[in-house]
Protein backbone atom coordinates (compact mmCIF):
# COMPACT_ATOMS: atom_id res chain seq x y z
CA UNK A 1 0.00 0.00 0.00
CA UNK A 2 1.46 3.40 -1.46
CA UNK A 3 0.82 6.29 0.79
CA UNK A 4 2.19 10.20 0.40
CA UNK A 5 2.84 11.75 3.41
CA UNK A 6 2.87 15.23 3.91
CA UNK A 7 3.76 17.44 7.17
CA UNK A 8 3.20 20.84 7.93
CA UNK A 9 4.34 21.34 11.06
CA UNK A 10 2.96 23.58 13.74
CA UNK A 11 4.07 27.35 13.87
CA UNK A 12 6.90 27.36 16.27
CA UNK A 13 10.33 29.40 15.09
CA UNK A 14 12.74 26.71 13.59
CA UNK A 15 15.40 27.59 15.93
CA UNK A 16 13.55 25.76 18.43
CA UNK A 17 12.95 22.52 16.02
CA UNK A 18 16.69 22.14 14.67
CA UNK A 19 17.48 19.78 16.99
CA UNK A 20 14.24 17.84 16.18
CA UNK A 21 14.35 18.31 12.71
CA UNK A 22 18.03 16.36 12.43
CA UNK A 23 16.38 13.73 14.89
CA UNK A 24 13.44 12.73 12.33
CA UNK A 25 16.44 12.45 9.34
CA UNK A 26 18.39 9.88 11.70
CA UNK A 27 14.41 8.28 12.63
CA UNK A 28 13.78 8.10 8.48
CA UNK A 29 17.21 6.86 7.65
CA UNK A 30 16.35 3.02 8.70
CA UNK A 31 13.14 3.29 6.97
CA UNK A 32 14.59 4.70 3.61
CA UNK A 33 17.11 1.24 4.17
CA UNK A 34 14.67 -0.92 4.68
CA UNK A 35 12.49 0.65 1.75
CA UNK A 36 9.32 1.43 4.23
CA UNK A 37 10.17 4.95 2.79
CA UNK A 38 10.44 3.45 -0.89
CA UNK A 39 12.64 5.02 -3.51
CA UNK A 40 14.71 6.96 -0.91
CA UNK A 41 11.66 9.38 -1.26
CA UNK A 42 11.52 11.73 1.67
CA UNK A 43 12.26 15.42 1.04
CA UNK A 44 12.05 18.79 3.08
CA UNK A 45 9.37 21.24 1.53
CA UNK A 46 10.81 24.53 1.08
CA UNK A 47 10.36 26.65 4.19
CA UNK A 48 9.15 23.89 6.40
CA UNK A 49 7.98 20.27 6.26
CA UNK A 50 8.33 17.44 4.43
CA UNK A 51 6.55 14.69 2.10
CA UNK A 52 7.63 10.63 2.11
CA UNK A 53 6.77 7.87 0.16
CA UNK A 54 5.52 4.97 2.60
CA UNK A 55 4.93 1.47 1.20
CA UNK A 56 3.61 -0.53 4.30
CA UNK A 57 1.28 -3.48 4.13
CA UNK A 58 -1.15 -1.77 6.54
CA UNK A 59 -3.39 0.74 7.55
CA UNK A 60 -1.94 0.12 11.36
CA UNK A 61 1.74 -0.11 9.69
CA UNK A 62 1.29 2.92 8.86
CA UNK A 63 -0.31 5.14 11.51
CA UNK A 64 2.62 3.82 13.58
CA UNK A 65 4.89 5.38 11.81
CA UNK A 66 2.82 8.40 11.46
CA UNK A 67 2.57 8.67 15.12
CA UNK A 68 6.53 8.25 15.44
CA UNK A 69 6.76 11.01 13.29
CA UNK A 70 4.99 12.79 15.29
CA UNK A 71 6.18 12.29 18.61
CA UNK A 72 9.76 14.07 16.99
CA UNK A 73 7.83 16.74 15.16
CA UNK A 74 4.37 17.92 16.15
CA UNK A 75 2.52 18.36 12.44
CA UNK A 76 -0.55 18.29 10.38
CA UNK A 77 -0.27 15.30 8.18
CA UNK A 78 -1.95 15.01 5.05
CA UNK A 79 -1.99 11.37 3.59
CA UNK A 80 -3.22 10.54 -0.10
CA UNK A 81 -3.58 6.73 -0.81
CA UNK A 82 -1.80 5.95 -4.25
CA UNK A 83 -2.30 2.99 -6.61
CA UNK A 84 1.25 1.24 -7.38
CA UNK A 85 2.87 1.73 -11.19
CA UNK A 86 1.71 -2.04 -11.55
CA UNK A 87 -1.75 -1.89 -10.94
CA UNK A 88 -2.20 1.53 -12.87
CA UNK A 89 -0.86 -0.67 -15.53
CA UNK A 90 -3.23 -3.03 -15.53
CA UNK A 91 -6.35 -0.66 -14.92
CA UNK A 92 -5.32 0.79 -17.98
CA UNK A 93 -5.20 -1.84 -19.75
CA UNK A 94 -8.02 -3.57 -18.69
CA UNK A 95 -10.94 -2.73 -21.26
CA UNK A 96 -13.82 -0.26 -20.30
CA UNK A 97 -16.55 -1.72 -19.30
Known sequence: ???L??????PTKPSEVRINRQKLWEWA???????IIKDR???AKVGRGAIALFDVSSH???NNYISQWLEIIPA????????SQE???????DPVT
Open 1 to 3: MLY
Open 5 to 10: VISTPL
Open 29 to 35: QPLIDQQ
Open 41 to 43: CMY
Open 60 to 62: GEL
Open 76 to 83: EMQIIPLL
Open 87 to 93: VTHRFLS
